[in-house]
């Protein structure tokens, strides 16, 4: 069965310190990956997402995700956080062919700043 | 304005009564999904529709029924809350194809007492 991991419930960082929140998968083929972000009362918010190609992608507020196919796994990174990036973060799988529609989330990471 | 709404944002109910959460988008997407989040266990999927003829059962529809009024509106209830429906559920739309890439509203906080 397709399933998502992030292994670490909660991490804290100080501000200006770099991030990486980890996440791992387990798919019969490439799927599609997402990182999403959940601030405090809000929805979730696509930070990036991995289609195909080059295998570091770049998304929203300075944040980088790399696709490791022989690790099975999707890491976010941010050289430098700031203490509005605290918040929940979401890694998401969704099938690389076209016959099915739905996203499996990993049970999210929750990011606290340290000043 | 926000492409996807959701109404009420915040609930507080009795086991027992019916629900209605309500979804609306301005996207012009075909694909709206209901979810719900509990904390550490991300989010699962309760229902989700293609179109308006289209509606299927996600992997927790126990409990839940749906109705798509219009290709922008997508309504969630609950015919009889019980407590463990407490949660926070979220809408979702989805323009491409597959409806991988998801568009999320804000969240609706229901409290069954």
């Known amino acids: 069965a397709q399933s998502v991991t992030q292994p670490d419930i909660h991490i804290t960082v100080s501000e200006g310190a770099s991030l990486e929140l980890r996440c791992n998968y387990s798919?019969?083929?490439?799927?599609?990956l997402f990182w999403y972000v959940q601030s405090p009362g809000q929805g979730l918010q696509l930070l990036l997402k991995?289609?195909?190609?080059?295998?570091l992608v770049q998304g929203i507020k300075g944040f980088e995700a790399e696709f490791k196919r022989s690790q099975s796994s999707f890491n976010l990174r941010k050289p430098s956080v700031h203490w509005s990036d605290a918040a929940e973060y979401f890694c998401a799988v969704a099938p690389g062919y076209s016959s099915a529609s739905k996203i499996i989330f990993g049970s999210g990471t929750r990011l606290s700043i340290r000043p | 304005d926000a492409d996807v709404t959701q109404t009420p944002r915040n609930r507080i109910t009795k086991t027992g009564k019916r629900i209605m959460l309500e979804c609306s988008q301005t996207?012009?997407?075909?694909?709206m999904y209901w979810y719900r989040q509990d904390p550490g266990l991300g989010l699962r999927l309760i229902y989700y529709s293609f179109d308006v003829k289209d509606i299927n059962k996600g992997e927790i529809s126990d409990g839940y029924s749906v109705s798509r009024q219009a290709q922008a509106k997508f309504s969630l209830s609950l015919e009889s809350a019980i407590p463990n429906q407490t949660a926070l559920y979220f809408c979702?739309?989805?323009?491409?194809?597959?409806?991988?890439?998801?568009?999320f509203g804000p969240g609706t906080r229901l409290t069954v007492l």
């Open positions: 798919y019969g083929a490439t799927p599609y």
């Open positions: 979702a739309t989805s323009g491409d194809r597959e409806g991988r890439e998801q568009f």
């Open positions: 991995y289609f195909s190609g080059d295998t």
């Open positions: 996207k012009g997407h075909d694909r």
